[in-house]
């Protein structure tokens, strides 16, 4: 018997769900749509969905299952919530933050932070960048947080360079 997930993130999308289930599958290594449920006639004065448009979407990235659902209009998404991408090389750091940002807000860049066409928030996060910032120098963790802060994508040459001077 397959093991369930304690956790699964819900998204809520106005119409969007399936949309964003494809994009994100196609990003992530090891992901896959799992289930679409379409909404019916029932409920219809609640939801104010057309019968037959899709409803949820159960995916997983990466192995971690998500859902998502077409809920309406009413909630958007924040920086409130986001999703970390650890990721071990600079290629990694580019390849997510090229995928993931493809669309999204530009001006919501900060400091490894990116906000995807869909309006969803990933920080998209070097490992070693935690190690760097745990420097006991205090002075080269500060000097690590001070190029972090002038960066938009992360690039670990830079924080190593940093936490080396």
């Not at 599958?25 to 749509?33: E, G, L, N, Q």
């Not at 159960?58 to 986001?82: C, H, T, V, W, Y």
Request: charged letters at 20%.
């Amino acid at each position: 018997m397959a093991h369930m997930a304690r956790f699964t993130p819900c998204l809520w999308f106005d119409d969007q769900a399936k949309a964003a289930a494809q994009f994100y599958t196609a990003i992530f290594p090891h992901s896959k749509i799992v289930d679409i449920t379409h909404f019916g006639e029932a409920g219809q004065e609640i939801h104010g969905k057309e019968p037959g448009s899709v409803m949820t979407v159960e995916f997983e990235l990466d192995r971690q299952p998500f859902s998502a659902l077409n809920g309406g209009p009413m909630f958007k998404f924040n920086e409130a919530i986001s999703f970390q991408v650890r990721c071990d090389t600079q290629e990694e750091v580019d390849y997510y933050w090229d995928k993931l940002s493809a669309g999204g807000d530009p001006a919501a860049q900060q400091c490894g932070w990116l906000k995807d066409q869909f309006g969803l928030s990933w920080q998209v996060v070097p490992g070693i960048l935690h190690e760097l910032l745990k420097h006991p120098d205090p002075r080269k963790s500060q000097n690590v947080m001070n190029a972090m802060f002038t960066m938009k994508k992360i690039d670990i040459a830079k924080l190593k360079q940093a936490a080396a001077s």
